[in-house]
C-alpha cells in the first residue's frame, strides 16, 4: 500500500515526538510501499504501510546488525 506525503510527515512527527529526537526523518523509496527512517542521517529502518479490513497500522522494520552490537 502506498504511502502518500501527508503519511510521511504526520509518521515522522509522530516518531520525533514519540523518542525525543529531532534527529529522526522519513525519506520516500523509489518503491511505493515503504519508506526509510532516519536517525542523524544514518539509515536505520522501513515503514511498511498495512490496510487490513479498513484497519490501517505502520510497521517499522529494523535490522541490528551484530557487528553494530559489538561496538556499543
Given at each position: 500500500m502506498n504511502l502518500t506525503k501527508d503519511d510521511i510527515s504526520k509518521l515522522q512527527s509522530y516518531l520525533q515526538k514519540k523518542f525525543g529526537n529531532p534527529g529522526l526523518t522519513i525519506r520516500e523509496?523509489?518503491?511505493?510501499?515503504s519508506v526509510e527512517v532516519y536517525l542523524?542521517?544514518?539509515?536505520?529502518?522501513?515503514?511498511y504501510k498495512d490496510n487490513d479490513e479498513?484497519?490501517?497500522?505502520?510497521?517499522f522494520n529494523m535490522s541490528?546488525?551484530?557487528i553494530d552490537i559489538e561496538e556499543a
Amino acid at each position: 500500500m502506498n504511502l502518500t506525503k501527508d503519511d510521511i510527515s504526520k509518521l515522522q512527527s509522530y516518531l520525533q515526538k514519540k523518542f525525543g529526537n529531532p534527529g529522526l526523518t522519513i525519506r520516500e523509496r523509489r518503491v511505493a510501499d515503504s519508506v526509510e527512517v532516519y536517525l542523524n542521517g544514518e539509515a536505520i529502518g522501513t515503514i511498511y504501510k498495512d490496510n487490513d479490513e479498513g484497519e490501517v497500522s505502520y510497521d517499522f522494520n529494523m535490522s541490528i546488525l551484530d557487528i553494530d552490537i559489538e561496538e556499543a
